[in-house]
């Protein structure tokens, strides 16, 4: 689903899942207990997750992606 079709109740639920410790951990360190049961609980039960997955087009465990930066050298 493209943001576009996203609602404004969407894009809240999913700032939850954001700034969620369980999520952030799971999305940091991509392994352990915390990392199996965000997958565990993410489709089936837990709304924010779903509405991340809405959003950003990706699982709320999955490893965001880092910032573009320019190099010194593309000056």
Same mark, same amino acid.
């Given at each position: 689903m493209s943001n576009a079709t996203c609602t404004s109740i969407d894009k809240a639920?999913? !700032?939850v899942c954001e700034h969620c410790p369980v999520c952030l951990h799971a999305r940091h360190h991509q392994? @352990? +207990?915390v990392f199996n049961f965000v997958? @565990? +609980?993410e !489709?089936? +039960?837990c709304p924010f997750c779903k509405?991340?997955?809405r959003v950003h087009g990706r699982k709320a465990h999955?490893?965001?992606n880092p910032p573009?930066?320019?190099s010194p050298s593309d000056n």
């Open positions: 639920l999913a !700032t392994q @352990g +207990i997958k @565990g +609980i !489709t089936d +039960i509405a991340y997955e999955e490893k965001r573009c930066q320019s």
